[in-house]
């Protein structure tokens, strides 16, 4: 196993107190283990455990440690005993049990460390020159499509340059690509991915609407907890919906179908700029939210 004990936890968490039975968290850590397997390959988790490279191994511990010890926490809420589940309570050391909402903050924290750690180790992989990654089916996709990774997504739809949240969306970035833009496109597509990023504007088009699209399909086939809440929320602001109020299932579909046309519009614009001086057709209303009049 990658991390042999509570004082190892300890230092990798900051909160895990190094007395703790070891045992209670065992089966965690290899839980936490196979979830990110599913985003970096077995070989790459092999050669972390070998110890070859100690820097991937220590940016592989740290969103382990820190995804398994929230998981134990959350278990032992409750105590699971012979008859039945027990809720314990002591104020013999002046201590008192957390308010449900101090709970869900506290859970809402180590959940972005995990993210935050397994963003940190994604780039360090796409930044390095170890085989096992860059060998990978995940990465070799990734190479086909014209968006390459989470910072470069995020110019194009703010997703808080996570690339965890990226690989979850590449699926649907390749679909988008596949089954609509490079359609649109026409010929030499394969120009297009070669193009200078952040100067070419046919590209730059073409991303817009890449992104909008796979943002649109993901929220209609992910489970919404996997999708970071302010992603959502600000789309919708700019929409003229609340951003204080959390989403309903209706506002995020509704969210989804304005992402939708919004991807026409950019494919729209990106024929305009492939051929030059192209007819500028309006296939999409302007919906501005201060355009607050009617016509009787």
Same mark, same amino acid.
Not at 52 to 63: G, H, I, M, S
Not at 158 to 171: A, F, H, K, Q, T
Not at 245 to 259: R, V
């Given at each position: 196993?990658?991390?042999?004990?509570?004082?190892?936890?300890?230092?990798?968490?900051?909160?895990?107190? +190094? =007395?703790?039975?070891?045992?209670? $968290?065992?089966?965690?850590?290899?839980?936490?283990?196979?979830?990110?397997?599913?985003?970096?390959?077995?070989?790459?988790? +092999? !050669?972390?455990?070998? /110890?070859?490279?100690?820097?991937?191994?220590?940016?592989?511990?740290?969103?382990?440690?820190?995804?398994?010890?929230?998981?134990?926490?959350?278990?032992?809420?409750?105590?699971?005993?012979?008859?039945?589940?027990?809720?314990?309570?002591?104020?013999? =050391?002046?201590?008192?049990?957390?308010?449900?909402?101090? !709970?869900?903050?506290?859970?809402?924290?180590?959940?972005?460390?995990?993210?935050? /750690?397994?963003?940190?180790?994604?780039?360090?992989?796409? /930044?390095?020159?170890?085989?096992?990654?860059?060998?990978?089916?995940?990465?070799?996709?990734?190479?086909?499509?014209?968006?390459?990774?989470?910072?470069?997504?995020?110019?194009?739809?703010?997703?808080?340059?996570?690339?965890?949240?990226? !690989?979850?969306?590449?699926?649907?970035?390749?679909?988008?690509?596949?089954?609509?833009?490079?359609? &649109?496109?026409?010929?030499?597509?394969?120009?297009?991915?070669?193009?200078?990023?952040?100067?070419?504007? $046919?590209?730059? &088009? &073409?991303?817009?609407?890449?992104?909008?699209?796979?943002?649109?399909? +993901? !929220?209609?086939?992910?489970?919404?907890?996997?999708?970071?809440?302010?992603?959502?929320?600000?789309?919708?602001?700019?929409? /003229?919906?609340?951003?204080?109020?959390?989403?309903?299932?209706?506002?995020?579909?509704k969210s989804a179908d304005w992402m939708r046309e919004d991807a026409a519009m950019w494919i729209n614009q990106m024929k305009q700029l492939r051929d030059g001086d192209a007819p500028?057709?309006?296939?999409?209303?302007? =919906?501005?939210?201060?355009?607050?009049?009617?016509?009787?």
């Amino acid at each position: 196993m990658l991390i042999k004990d509570a004082k190892e936890l300890r230092q990798l968490t900051g909160n895990y107190y +190094a =007395n703790n039975d070891f045992s209670k $968290v065992v089966g965690e850590l290899e839980q936490a283990r196979e979830e990110l397997v599913l985003l970096i390959g077995e070989k790459v988790m +092999a !050669l972390a455990e070998s /110890g070859e490279n100690e820097t991937l191994t220590a940016k592989v511990k740290r969103p382990m440690a820190i995804l398994a010890t929230l998981r134990m926490y959350q278990k032992n809420d409750l105590s699971h005993e012979d008859d039945g589940r027990k809720f314990k309570t002591s104020t013999d =050391n002046g201590e008192k049990l957390p308010w449900e909402w101090q !709970l869900d903050r506290d859970d809402a924290m180590h959940l972005e460390s995990y993210y935050r /750690g397994v963003d940190a180790l994604i780039r360090f992989l796409d /930044g390095s020159d170890i085989a096992e990654w860059k060998e990978s089916e995940t990465y070799k996709v990734r190479q086909s499509l014209i968006i390459r990774n989470g910072q470069e997504f995020n110019r194009y739809f703010p997703i808080e340059n996570s690339e965890r949240m990226y !690989l979850l969306l590449v699926p649907f970035i390749r679909e988008a690509q596949m089954l609509t833009v490079k359609k &649109a496109y026409g010929q030499d597509w394969d120009s297009l991915l070669t193009a200078e990023r952040g100067v070419d504007e $046919v590209r730059y &088009a &073409a991303c817009v609407a890449t992104a909008l699209l796979a943002m649109s399909i +993901a !929220l209609h086939r992910l489970p919404l907890k996997l999708i970071p809440s302010g992603v959502i929320r600000g789309y919708m602001a700019e929409n /003229g919906m609340s951003k204080s109020q959390p989403a309903t299932y209706e506002e995020i579909i509704k969210s989804a179908d304005w992402m939708r046309e919004d991807a026409a519009m950019w494919i729209n614009q990106m024929k305009q700029l492939r051929d030059g001086d192209a007819p500028n057709y309006d296939l999409v209303p302007n =919906n501005n939210p201060r355009n607050k009049y009617c016509s009787l």
